[in-house]
């Protein structure tokens, strides 16, 4: 009976494999948790609201103009979430965090991780690095397990895909 009672948890991971920029080149990006804005595809405002920087507890206010699941923005409506730094891990090349307050539809969002790892190419020397965003969330309301699935792979590519720009122009 207890199982049937249980709260049934929503769990993936996405990864974006990008040639080119090194582990610790997309690290330095990924690693400023207030500055999501530069590569989170259409995420308008990031701003610090609380903690301290690159330190556990930090806190962040993320908002955009809704995008839907393919990348369509629907006019006028604004989404937002306030965000938790738990843990960041230079040498690992990771943080996690949790999603304190939103208007997306989720209860709870926590145990979200993002990770970058060196890729060593086989052929020709080709390195590279890669991503991997995991999640653990209660469904949300008006989603689909596999449309936010899709949402977040769509999220990780193109946040892949701008971070990998930024480097290999700079």
Not at 22 to 29: G, H, I, M
Not at 37 to 45: A, K, T, Y
Not at 65 to 89: F, N, P, Q
Request: charged share 25%; proline share 3%.
């Amino acid at each position: 009976m207890a199982e049937e009672t249980a709260q049934i948890k929503w769990e993936g991971k996405s990864i974006a494999e990008l040639r080119g920029p090194t582990a610790d080149q997309l690290w330095s990006l990924l690693e400023d948790f207030c500055n999501i804005n530069n590569w989170f595809p259409s995420l308008d405002v990031c701003n610090q609201v609380g903690g301290e920087l690159g330190k556990p507890g930090l806190t962040r206010y993320c908002a955009s103009k809704t995008l839907s699941t393919y990348g369509c923005h629907d006019e006028g409506e604004v989404r937002w979430a306030k965000e938790r730094l738990l843990m960041i891990g230079p040498a690992e090349k990771c943080l996690s965090y949790e999603v304190l307050e939103n208007n997306s539809g989720f209860k709870s969002y926590m145990a979200s991780t993002m990770k970058v790892l060196e890729i060593n190419g086989s052929d020709a020397g080709e390195n590279g690095c890669k991503i991997e965003w995991s999640f653990i969330a209660d469904p949300a309301e008006g989603w689909t397990f596999e449309d936010f699935m899709s949402f977040i792979n769509f999220c990780l590519q193109s946040m892949g895909k701008n971070m990998e720009q930024d480097v290999l122009s700079g």
